[in-house]
């Protein structure tokens, strides 16, 4: 079973992780790409077209004292002025220290989410570390209102694991909330599962979704499920906005890809990515880039 098709099957009987284990070719990527597309048929972007929470986000460039000071130097707050969302799912992808996550961050903050991570109701902080550009964000919102949403953030989701905790101590306090995070602590969890459980357990649709780099605990397997369940709450009118490094999670059909450059963000395709195309390059032939990166 090495063919692309035949791989493409047993990701619809079986599910992404059986699909995953023989994902151990040289065209990985490549045919991760093929797998996604022939799971995710149905076509989302023409049925949830009026479905946005967020429209877009502005930055109000008026009010930015100095672009040579930090947040607004970065190059992808320095060219910003709007930036539109797909109303199914937009990726922010971008080199470490590109300013992806600061700019989601930011967009979380100014939705009201807790800087850390959470719903709206976490009003915890272990340590202040997020930047002022939330305050320069203006989003752009439909009527629509969702019932939903959740910051997620590969960084401090122990954080977040920890405040429950914290607060399912008051037993007066009314149900415990781990409850709605499959009722096991995330904390006896492995990184990757607990990302899992909040995806799978607390996200509940109608919601607007932000993560930050989700697939940073998880093996390919599980990037392909996680995939699965995206695609579940794209389907009950959810919208996600999500920095990755992860080809795979960005192969999701029905989004759009902003690349992070020296001129801003721009959109374009996954195979546009320097992600996909340096992954891709090096399991055509490791030994020779690795000959090249070792000589």
Avoid at 136 to 153: E, I, K, N, Q, T
Wanted: charged fraction near 20%.
């Amino acid at each position: 079973m090495d063919s692309t098709a035949s791989i493409a099957r047993a990701f619809t009987e079986h599910g992404a992780i059986m699909a995953a284990t023989i994902l151990n070719s040289a065209r990985a990527v490549a045919v991760s790409v093929y797998v996604v597309r022939a799971f995710v048929k149905e076509p989302v972007m023409e049925a949830f077209a009026d479905n946005h929470y967020v429209l877009a986000i502005k930055l109000r460039r008026d009010k930015v004292l100095s672009f040579d000071e930090y947040p607004f130097s970065l190059p992808v707050v320095r060219h910003l002025e709007t930036l539109e969302l797909h109303p199914a799912v937009t990726f922010l992808v971008g080199e470490n220290a590109s300013g992806k996550s600061t700019l989601l961050e930011a967009v979380a903050v100014a939705w009201g989410f807790n800087p850390e991570g959470g719903t709206r109701n976490f009003r915890f902080g272990t340590r202040a570390s997020h930047s002022v550009l939330h305050e320069y964000l203006r989003l752009v919102r439909s009527a629509r209102r969702p019932r939903d949403g959740f910051f997620l953030r590969a960084e401090s989701l122990f954080n977040v694991a920890t405040e429950i905790e914290r607060l399912d101590e008051d037993p007066g306090a009314g149900p415990p909330i781990i409850t709605f995070y499959g009722n096991r602590s995330l904390h006896e969890q492995s990184h990757g599962e607990s990302f899992l459980a909040v995806m799978i357990h607390r996200f509940g649709g109608h919601g607007f979704y932000v993560l930050d780099e989700p697939e940073a605990a998880l093996s390919p397997s599980r990037q392909l499920a996680m995939i699965s369940r995206i695609h579940q709450l794209v389907r009950t009118r959810s919208q996600f906005v999500i920095a990755t490094h992860s080809p795979i999670l960005m192969a999701y059909p029905d989004s759009w890809i902003y690349q992070i450059g020296s001129g801003g963000l721009e959109r374009v395709s996954l195979q546009e990515t320097e992600h996909y195309i340096v992954a891709k390059h090096f399991l055509n032939d490791p030994q020779k880039q690795l000959s090249r990166l070792l000589e």
